[in-house]
C-alpha cells in the first residue's frame, strides 16, 4: 500500500513573496540615504545664502530721482466767537514742507555681470561683480510744483537705490548736468518706495539749469543669484550680459534674448504705460506707490545641483532595486541553483549603498565622475558575486550587462531635465515588457521542479 507525503509550498512561490516584500523593506534604508541628501542639502543652501549675504545680496537699481524740497502756503478756515458770541470765520494763511519726486524722462540701462566662484569649506557659490552704466535726461523737473511755493533750490538732491549698498565697491562716474555730485550714504525716501537704501548727494543747480538735466552713473557693486531693474524712466532700455549660462528672467520678459555656451545677452525696451505711477509723486501725502510693481529682473540660476540630482536618483531606487533583484531570481530558477535569502540580502544592501557612495563623492567631484565611479563600485562586485553565487560566469555577465542597462537608464533620466519623467516611464516599462518576455515560460519551469520533488517523493515511499 502506497503512503501519501504531503509536499511542501512551492519554494520559487516563497522566494518571489520574499523579494517582494524585501524589496519594499529596502525603503527603509533608502529614507534614511534620502534624510542624509536632505540634511546636505540644506546645510548647503545655508552656506550658499551666507556667502550671498557676506559678498552681496540680490541687487535691485532703482532710480535715479530728483528729489525738489519745498514750502507750500496755503489758507485754511477756521472759526472763532466774538465777545457778543457770534461765530465768526477767519481764513488764516499756513505753510508746509513736502518733497516732489521726479523721475527720468529717458533711462539706458548697460550691465555686465561678471561671476566668480567662492569657497568655503567643500561648497562653493556663484557670485558676480556687476559693472553699470547708466544714461538719460530729466526733463522740466519743477513743473508740477504746486502755486505759492518757495523752492528751496540748494536742497534739492538725487538719489538712486541700491539695495545691499554694503556691497557697492566703488562709483567711477555720477554726472549730473556736467558736474560730478558730492554723495553720501542713504536717499531718505522711506521705504515706501523701494528706494530707502542707496546714494544720494545735492545736485546745486539753478533755477534755469531745470529744464533738461542730463546724467552719466557708472558703478561696480557686488552680488548673487541676480539682479532687478525698475524701469522707472519714461522710455526704458535696459540691457544685461553675463557669462552665466542658466539665466532665468522675471517680471517684464526681454524683448530680445541670446543664450549659449558663452554666456547670455538680453534687451528690453520698456514704456512708462506699463506701469501705475506717474512720472512724479509727492512724498509728505501719504502716496504709497509700489515702485517695484513693475520690474526686469534676471536670476542666476545654479542649475540642478548634485545633491538635487541624488535626491531625484533615490526617488528610482525601489523599481531598479526591485528589478536587479528579479533578475538574480530569474537566474536561480532558470539555473536550478538556490540562492539563499542572506545571498539576496546582500546583493540588494549593495544597490542602497550606490546612493549614499554617490552623494559621498559628488561633495568632492564632478558628479559625471562621481557617478561612474558609484556605478562601478556596485556593478562589478554584484555581477562578481552573482557567477560565484550562481557557479556560472554567463549569469554574471548577464547582472553585469543588466545593472549597465539600468544605470545608464537612471542617468539619462537624471540629465533629461525637462522630459526625465517620460523618458524614465518609457525605459522602465520597456524593461518590464522585457522581463514580461523572460518570465513568460515560468510555470513550466515551476511545473517541472514540482514534477521532480514528487519523482523524489514517490521513491522515497517505494524506498
Same mark, same amino acid.
Given at each position: 500500500?502506497?503512503?501519501?507525503?504531503?509536499?511542501?509550498?512551492?519554494?520559487?512561490?516563497?522566494?518571489?513573496?520574499?523579494?517582494?516584500?524585501?524589496?519594499?523593506?529596502?525603503?527603509?534604508?533608502?529614507?534614511?540615504?534620502?534624510?542624509?541628501?536632505?540634511?546636505?542639502?540644506?546645510?548647503?543652501?545655508?552656506?550658499?545664502?551666507?556667502?550671498?549675504?557676506?559678498?552681496?545680496?540680490?541687487?535691485?537699481?532703482?532710480?535715479?530721482?530728483?528729489?525738489?524740497?519745498?514750502?507750500?502756503?496755503?489758507?485754511?478756515?477756521?472759526?472763532?466767537?466774538?465777545?457778543? /458770541?457770534?461765530?465768526?470765520?477767519?481764513?488764516?494763511?499756513?505753510?508746509?514742507?513736502?518733497?516732489?519726486?521726479?523721475?527720468?524722462?529717458?533711462?539706458?540701462?548697460?550691465?555686465?555681470?561678471?561671476?566668480?566662484?567662492?569657497?568655503?569649506?567643500?561648497?562653493?557659490?556663484?557670485?558676480?561683480?556687476?559693472?553699470?552704466?547708466?544714461?538719460?535726461?530729466?526733463?522740466?523737473?519743477?513743473?508740477?510744483?504746486?502755486?505759492?511755493?518757495?523752492?528751496?533750490?540748494?536742497?534739492?538732491?538725487?538719489?538712486?537705490?541700491?539695495?545691499?549698498?554694503?556691497?557697492?565697491?566703488?562709483?567711477?562716474?555720477?554726472?549730473?548736468? /556736467?558736474?560730478?555730485?558730492?554723495?553720501?550714504?542713504?536717499?531718505?525716501?522711506?521705504?515706501?518706495?523701494?528706494?530707502?537704501?542707496?546714494?544720494?548727494?545735492?545736485?546745486?543747480?539753478?533755477?534755469?539749469?531745470?529744464?533738461?538735466?542730463?546724467?552719466?552713473?557708472?558703478?561696480?557693486?557686488?552680488?548673487?543669484?541676480?539682479?532687478?531693474?525698475?524701469?522707472?524712466?519714461?522710455?526704458?532700455?535696459?540691457?544685461?550680459?553675463?557669462?552665466?549660462?542658466?539665466?532665468?528672467?522675471?517680471?517684464?520678459?526681454?524683448?530680445?534674448?541670446?543664450?549659449?555656451?558663452?554666456?547670455?545677452?538680453?534687451?528690453?525696451?520698456?514704456?512708462?504705460?506699463?506701469?501705475?505711477?506717474?512720472?512724479?509723486?509727492?512724498?509728505?501725502?501719504?502716496?504709497?506707490?509700489?515702485?517695484?510693481?513693475?520690474?526686469?529682473?534676471?536670476?542666476?540660476?545654479?542649475?540642478?545641483?548634485?545633491?538635487?540630482?541624488?535626491?531625484?536618483?533615490?526617488?528610482?531606487?525601489?523599481?531598479?532595486?526591485?528589478?536587479?533583484?528579479?533578475?538574480?531570481?530569474?537566474?536561480?530558477?532558470?539555473?536550478?541553483?538556490?540562492?539563499?535569502?542572506?545571498?539576496?540580502?546582500?546583493?540588494?544592501?549593495?544597490?542602497?549603498?550606490?546612493?549614499?557612495?554617490?552623494?559621498?563623492?559628488?561633495?568632492?567631484?564632478?558628479?559625471?565622475?562621481?557617478?561612474?565611479?558609484?556605478?562601478?563600485?556596485?556593478?562589478?562586485?554584484?555581477?562578481?558575486?552573482?557567477?560565484?553565487?550562481?557557479?556560472?560566469?554567463?549569469?554574471?555577465?548577464?547582472?553585469?550587462?543588466?545593472?549597465? /542597462?539600468?544605470?545608464?537608464?537612471?542617468?539619462?533620466?537624471?540629465?533629461?531635465?525637462?522630459?526625465?519623467?517620460?523618458?524614465?516611464?518609457?525605459?522602465?516599462?520597456?524593461?518590464?515588457?522585457?522581463?514580461?518576455?523572460?518570465?513568460?515560460?515560468?510555470?513550466?519551469?515551476?511545473?517541472?521542479?514540482?514534477?521532480?520533488?514528487?519523482?523524489?517523493?514517490?521513491?522515497?515511499?517505494?524506498?
Amino acid at each position: 500500500m502506497k503512503k501519501k507525503v504531503k509536499t511542501a509550498g512551492n519554494p520559487l512561490l516563497k522566494k518571489a513573496l520574499f523579494l517582494f516584500f524585501f524589496s519594499l523593506l529596502l525603503q527603509i534604508p533608502l529614507m534614511f540615504v534620502n534624510g542624509v541628501v536632505h540634511e546636505r542639502n540644506y546645510l548647503y543652501d545655508s552656506t550658499i545664502k551666507n556667502i550671498g549675504r557676506e559678498w552681496g545680496e540680490t541687487q535691485t537699481i532703482a532710480g535715479p530721482v530728483i528729489v525738489v524740497p519745498y514750502t507750500e502756503e496755503y489758507y485754511e478756515r477756521e472759526y472763532t466767537v466774538d465777545k457778543q /458770541g457770534k461765530q465768526i470765520e477767519v481764513i488764516k494763511s499756513k505753510k508746509r514742507k513736502n518733497s516732489l519726486v521726479v523721475l527720468p524722462e529717458k533711462l539706458d540701462v548697460n550691465v555686465d555681470l561678471k561671476e566668480e566662484v567662492r569657497k568655503r569649506g567643500i561648497y562653493k557659490s556663484m557670485v558676480y561683480t556687476g559693472e553699470l552704466n547708466m544714461k538719460g535726461n530729466f526733463s522740466k523737473v519743477l513743473s508740477n510744483i504746486p502755486e505759492n511755493s518757495v523752492i528751496e533750490y540748494n536742497e534739492i538732491s538725487v538719489s538712486l537705490g541700491i539695495t545691499d549698498i554694503k556691497a557697492l565697491l566703488k562709483i567711477d562716474k555720477f554726472n549730473f548736468n /556736467g558736474k560730478e555730485i558730492e554723495l553720501e550714504s542713504g536717499t531718505g525716501l522711506g521705504k515706501p518706495f523701494q528706494i530707502s537704501k542707496g546714494i544720494s548727494g545735492k545736485l546745486g543747480t539753478k533755477n534755469e539749469e531745470l529744464e533738461e538735466i542730463p546724467f552719466n552713473i557708472e558703478l561696480v557693486f557686488r552680488g548673487s543669484e541676480g539682479i532687478t531693474l525698475l524701469p522707472m524712466g519714461k522710455d526704458n532700455s535696459f540691457f544685461i550680459k553675463s557669462a552665466w549660462e542658466n539665466p532665468s528672467f522675471y517680471g517684464m520678459l526681454p524683448r530680445e534674448r541670446v543664450i549659449n555656451e558663452n554666456g547670455f545677452t538680453a534687451n528690453w525696451n520698456i514704456s512708462h504705460l506699463t506701469r501705475n505711477y506717474k512720472q512724479y509723486f509727492f512724498i509728505g501725502d501719504g502716496n504709497k506707490i509700489d515702485l517695484s510693481e513693475a520690474q526686469a529682473g534676471v536670476a542666476l540660476y545654479n542649475g540642478i545641483t548634485h545633491y538635487r540630482q541624488v535626491i531625484r536618483a533615490a526617488k528610482y531606487g525601489v523599481l531598479f532595486i526591485m528589478m536587479s533583484l528579479l533578475a538574480v531570481y530569474l537566474f536561480e530558477i532558470s539555473g536550478k541553483k538556490e540562492t539563499h535569502y542572506v545571498q539576496y540580502g546582500i546583493v540588494g544592501f549593495s544597490l542602497v549603498m550606490f546612493y549614499l557612495l554617490l552623494l559621498s563623492l559628488a561633495e568632492h567631484i564632478s558628479f559625471i565622475t562621481a557617478y561612474g565611479i558609484s556605478a562601478t563600485a556596485v556593478i562589478v562586485p554584484v555581477s562578481l558575486y552573482i557567477a560565484s553565487v550562481t557557479k556560472n560566469i554567463k549569469y554574471g555577465l548577464g547582472m553585469f550587462a543588466l545593472l549597465i /542597462g539600468i544605470y545608464s537608464i537612471l542617468f539619462s533620466i537624471l540629465k533629461m531635465e525637462d522630459y526625465a519623467l517620460l523618458t524614465g516611464t518609457l525605459l522602465i516599462m520597456g524593461v518590464l515588457y522585457l522581463l514580461m518576455y523572460v518570465t513568460k515560460n515560468m510555470e513550466i519551469v515551476n511545473k517541472k521542479v514540482t514534477d521532480t520533488e514528487e519523482n523524489g517523493n514517490e521513491e522515497q515511499v517505494k524506498k
